[in-house]
């Protein structure tokens, strides 16, 4: 018996759809009117894929997975214990999307449909061309394009890959380990989170109507802001969650993406977006991995995400 069957057999563990910019996609959907979401990704044929779709659908959010028959649907085993975590992935059908996928005519057509892409920095360890098709896309068309650092380790050993990216932000998202791991893959020996914001918001920019924005999280410590072409950074406090209300911190910086995108779709202000993030990350923290009450209904913005896709198996020893 594998992993995963064992903690789900034999241990008192929750089967929770996840995947990081799965989670975000359904964070912004639960702001945002019905029909506002759609999430590219690729599955396994197997119940796992079921568990996903469903949980899409109950979140109100379009799925068009590229199906892998080959490979079992992506999972990841974590044990909480505290306010700590500990994961085990196995990645298996989300390392197998495929451009053709993304670029085939029924696909591509709702991705020009779209007003916002948003692509987890994972993905950069699968399909680099998918990735910059979408940032072109974007550029081309004056739409926005928000990329999410997604873990330190993308910053250091996938730097050339997510440097063929960074023209297009128009957004960039990631938390302070993140940011300070881009700076250090660059060359660069400020520590400093503030610094490093403004660099990155100074970097060359393809579609120059849209000044970039970076975005750096920090826990429970003020998120800070740089805009290209501006002064410093700005700071935003964060809600407080009361030690004894935090169940997993797990999923936190996906909930935050996933308000902070809403707002940008809404068309809401940068202070604006910026609660919405932290709004949602305060109530993600509160659960077992980011779930989400499905929405009350309103209209239809369009929102395109591609990312790596897992279930998430969470077991918790609190």
């Not at 999430?39 to 659908?57: E, F, M, P, S, W």
């Not at 670029?103 to 360890?125: C, D, M, N």
């Not at 873990?151 to 938390?175: C, E, M, R």
């Not at 990155?200 to 579609?207: D, F, I």
Request: with cysteine; charged share 20%; glycine share 10%.
């Amino acid at each position: 018996m594998g992993l995963y069957e064992d903690l789900l057999q034999n241990h008192d563990a929750k089967l929770i759809a996840g995947g990081a910019a799965q989670n975000t996609a359904r964070g912004a959907q639960y702001i945002l009117p019905p029909d506002s979401t759609l999430y590219i990704g690729c599955v396994g044929d197997d119940k796992y894929a079921t568990t996903l779709r469903n949980a899409c659908t109950t979140a109100g959010v379009r799925t068009e997975y590229l199906t892998s028959p080959a490979h079992p649907t992506g999972r990841c085993g974590v044990i909480i214990t505290g306010n700590d975590r500990s994961m085990c992935t196995h990645l298996a059908a989300a390392n197998e999307y495929k451009i053709d996928h993304l670029k085939s005519p029924e696909i591509w057509k709702l991705v020009q449909k779209a007003r916002v892409y948003f692509v987890g920095g994972y993905h950069l360890t699968v399909s680099v061309p998918a990735t910059l098709a979408l940032a072109e896309e974007a550029a081309k068309e004056d739409k926005t394009f928000v990329m999410s650092l997604s873990a330190p380790f993308i910053p250091l050993f996938f730097k050339d890959q997510l440097a063929q990216t960074s023209k297009y932000w128009d957004y960039v998202i990631g938390n302070e380990t993140e940011a300070r791991s881009w700076a250090e893959g660059q060359g660069h020996e400020t520590r400093d989170v503030s610094q490093i914001a403004r660099m990155m918001a100074e970097l060359p920019k393809e579609n120059e109507k849209k000044k970039r924005t970076v975005v750096i999280t920090q826990g429970t410590e003020r998120t800070v802001v740089a805009v290209q072409g501006g002064e410093g950074v700005r700071e935003f406090a964060v809600r407080e969650v009361g030690k004894e209300s935090i169940c997993d911190t797990n999923g936190a910086g996906d909930a935050f993406a996933g308000g902070f995108v809403a707002g940008v779709v809404e068309g809401k202000s940068l202070n604006e977006s910026i609660d919405m993030g932290h709004w949602l990350a305060s109530l993600s923290i509160k659960e077992l991995g980011p779930q989400y009450v499905p929405p009350s209904p309103s209209s239809n913005h369009i929102f395109i995400m591609v990312k790596i896709t897992t279930t998430r198996i969470g077991m918790s020893t609190i």
